[in-house]
């Protein structure tokens, strides 16, 4: 079956700009996950989905990140007012339940770069 | 402090030859499960492993190996009879009961697979 996916695969974008993220999860996969990778951060977890809520957002960097679930499938990850700090490579994950032994899988990711 | 410590940061290993790549981590956390993902250039993150705290016999997946030892909370990833294809970068993750469903990643190891 399909993996995750993620679209743009790339996006430039001038800062000040606002930018959207899709990722879609592997059918039936009912957790979603956000993580953020830069080379001075490493790979940061961002936000976790149950369905369409979110009981973990304590990643999210500013109020500037929000995220959204909607029909317990695709996410979006809108970023305000880019940054050029936000420039990084955004992946999405997702895992047939959430729990300690289950595995996520990840999408390709989506490279941003705020000029 | 760290969670997950990869001393490694980069390796060269012989093709054909095996190669261990080092992991420790930090918890208090009774439960938690620890993973294996390898990143090649195309930026996609690909699971290999996992092992569960719980669970009592090091994990095997293929030419994957887990050599997990609890006591001294390290989990090094063995990758029998090395191909070019395993050139990529291997993270260490963990998840941990307490912390809910996000992963904590260690900074990578990139093995370069000679010929």
């Known amino acids: 079956g399909a993996g995750v996916s993620q679209s743009p695969s790339n996006k430039v974008t001038e800062k000040g700009k606002d930018v959207e993220l899709r990722c879609d999860p592997i059918?039936?996969?009912?957790?979603l996950y956000w993580y953020r990778q830069s080379l001075g951060q490493g790979l940061e977890f961002l936000i976790y989905f149950q369905g369409n809520s979110a009981p973990d957002k304590s990643g999210l960097p500013s109020d500037r990140f929000s995220a959204e679930r909607t029909g317990g499938s695709v996410s979006t990850l809108t970023i305000q007012r880019t940054q050029q700090e936000d420039s990084a490579v955004y992946l999405c994950?997702?895992?047939?339940?959430?729990?300690?032994?289950?595995?996520?899988?990840f999408g390709p990711g989506t490279r941003l770069t705020v000029l | 402090a760290q969670k997950i410590t990869q001393t490694q940061p980069g390796m060269f290993v012989q093709e054909k030859e095996a190669v261990t790549l080092d992991c420790t981590y930090d918890t208090s956390d009774p439960s938690y499960g620890l993973f294996w993902y390898k990143q090649p250039s195309s930026g996609e993150m690909i699971f290999l492993i996992y092992?569960?705290?719980?669970?009592?016999q090091n994990a095997t997946e293929g030419r994957y190996s887990l050599n997990f030892q609890k006591a001294r909370k390290s989990a090094n990833l063995v990758i029998s009879a090395s191909q070019l294809g395993d050139s990529a970068m291997y993270f260490c993750a963990m998840r941990e009961r307490a912390a809910g469903n996000k992963l904590t990643f260690g900074g990578g190891t990139r093995v370069l697979v000679k010929p």
């Open positions: 059918s039936g996969h009912t957790a």
């Open positions: 092992q569960g705290s719980y669970d009592q």
């Open positions: 994950a997702s895992s047939l339940f959430p729990g300690a032994s289950d595995t996520q899988y």
